[in-house]
């Protein structure tokens, strides 16, 4: 990753007794009694669900193929993930469409995939997955272009404070083609009437629900 620093590896040694005991003690200020039969086990299952959301199993192992005289967009669409939002502790989850214009090389649709698993473990923010996803891609297969679109539901506003459930942010980063060239974002949305946003500004609000199948796609595509 080029351009933002990665926050999927541990700053530090990671003590996963001594988080337990940090979350005992959070309980116990938060007026519960932790050592009851009812929470006793609760700090050891806290500990551990959360030493899975931030460390991440590694990043993808990147094998390039052959383009085989493939020049079109390559889209992978709907890519779930989850992640904890920094600011919270909160979960947040969605999907992000990860697109690409191949250079010389193409890649394995599911490494796009396992990147973008790998980029969400950590304490992150949705805008920084976006821009990390992008330099990822950007490193991996030195594209003409690139593009990242994701929209995610963040619980520490839809479950608590203004409390509006199915709000979701939306954020996206392009570059090369897919951001100097009209027509080649168009061909990311399916077609550049199909997205809400105006095409000719690639940083406008996107609509990720205009994606189309007007590309390579993992249900279509010619590589896994």
């Given amino acids: ?4 620093r990665d926050l999927t590896a541990p700053a530090g040694a990671i003590d996963l007794a001594a988080a337990e005991a940090a979350i005992a003690q959070l309980l116990t200020a938060l007026g519960q009694d932790a ?8 700090p050891g299952r806290a500990a551990t669900a959360l030493l899975e959301l931030v460390v991440s199993p590694g990043p993808p192992l990147v094998k390039p193929m052959p ?13 779930p993930f989850q992640s904890l939002c920094e600011h919270h502790l909160l979960p947040f989850r969605g ?3 990860v697109g690409f214009l191949p250079g010389d090389s193409l890649i394995g649709l599911s490494t796009l995939a396992r990147a973008v698993e790998h980029v969400a473990h950590g304490l992150q923010l949705q805008e920084r997955i976006t821009q990390q996803v992008h330099d ?5 297969v030195n594209p003409r272009g690139a593009g990242v679109v994701i929209e995610a539901e963040h619980l520490c506003m839809s479950f608590r404070g203004v409390g509006t459930p199915d709000t979701r942010l939306t954020t996206s ?4 083609q897919l951001a100097d ?4 974002r168009g061909a990311f949305f399916g077609s550049a009437g ?7 500004d690639p940083n406008a609000p996107i609509d990720p629900s205009a994606l189309t199948g007007a590309a390579l796609t993992a249900s279509g595509g010619l590589h896994a």
Wanted: charged fraction near 20%; include cysteine.
């Fill in 181 to 184: 060239d009209v027509a080649a």
């Fill in 1 to 4: 990753m080029t351009s933002v």
């Fill in 67 to 79: 383009t085989e005289g493939y020049r079109g967009l390559v889209l992978v669409r709907d890519i």
């Fill in 95 to 97: 999907r992000a469409h």
């Fill in 194 to 200: 199909a997205a809400t946003a105006d095409v000719n």
């Fill in 173 to 176: 980063v392009f570059s090369g």
């Fill in 136 to 140: 990822w891609v950007c490193d991996a």
């Fill in 35 to 42: 050592a009851s039969d009812r929470l006793q086990a609760t």
